[in-house]
């Protein structure tokens, strides 16, 4: 690290928990082959070296939520599925407008 970044790390107790926040990093910008996944005793390590201003960023994306992390990955699946069936796309598209047609004009 050179003396204008400064060190960011957490700890996860499985490797697909690591993975997962290192993805989340190189999603919001950071580069991926500065991003270190170390084994210390039971738990994984995830670090980074960023500039000072972006230390709170890279550490509130490190704290992200797995779980979170699960519903983007499932809900950008569905998404993808969904765009390959243009007619089931139309069909969801159409009931969605007619729902919200029928609750617009309630008196």
């Known amino acids: 690290m050179s003396e204008e970044t400064v060190g960011v790390s957490a ?3 499985t ?3 690591a993975h997962a926040a ?5 999603r919001s910008g950071f580069a991926r082959n500065s991003i270190t996944i170390e084994r210390d005793e039971e738990e994984l ?3 980074i070296p960023v500039r000072p201003e ?4 890279a550490a509130r994306i490190l704290r992200g939520s797995a779980i979170l992390e699960t519903v983007r ?3 950008g699946e569905a998404a993808g599925t969904l765009g390959g069936v ?5 069909a969801i598209a159409g009931l969605a407008g007619f729902a919200l047609y029928g609750l617009a004009n309630r008196r």
Do not use: K
């Open 54 to 57: 972006n230390r709170r960023r």
């Open 22 to 26: 290192r993805d989340r990093l190189v």
């Open 15 to 17: 490797l697909e928990a």
């Open 45 to 47: 390590v995830v670090s």
């Open 73 to 75: 990955h499932r809900g």
């Open 86 to 90: 243009p007619v089931l796309a139309l």
């Open 11 to 13: 700890e996860f107790p």
